[in-house]
Nanobody, 131 residues
């Protein structure tokens, strides 16, 4: 029932931009937290950013702060990740994930970047930054 589908990945040169989309269905964004994660070969999955669908509160990993922007369109049930000034280090499979706001708030000891907190995941989209 709950589905998340990422799109917008691709091959770009350093310094360029990409915007990823996470199309959701089966739930209302207003009651969920949506996170963007990435995983590069041989590395752990990293929380990139998240947004609360209810009030639009956002959080970012230090490595992408001031370069990436997360946003949402509740009417379209879609969350976006605008990525600017891309670096080779940003190369990874990017996935979006969802968890109910209630569960997120009750998950004692967890943070927005804890991937185990999220219940639903998209298939991922590849972002490659290379010259």
């Amino acid at each position: 029932q709950v589905q998340l589908v990422e799109s917008g990945g691709g091959l770009v040169q350093p310094g360029s931009s990409l915007t990823l989309s996470c199309a959701t269905s089966g739930f209302s964004l207003n009651y969920y937290v949506i996170g963007w994660f990435r995983q590069a070969p041989g590395k752990e999955r990293e929380g990139v950013s998240c947004i609360r669908g209810s009030d639009g509160t956002t959080y970012y990993a230090e490595s992408v702060k001031d370069r990436f922007t997360i946003s949402r369109d509740n009417a379209k049930n879609t969350v976006y990740l605008q990525m600017n000034s891309l670096k080779p280090e940003d190369t990874a499979v990017y996935s979006c994930a969802a968890v109910s706001l209630l569960k997120f708030r009750l998950a004692y000891g967890s943070t927005w970047s804890a991937h185990r907190t999220y219940d639903y995941w998209g298939q991922g989209t590849q972002v490659t930054v290379s010259s």
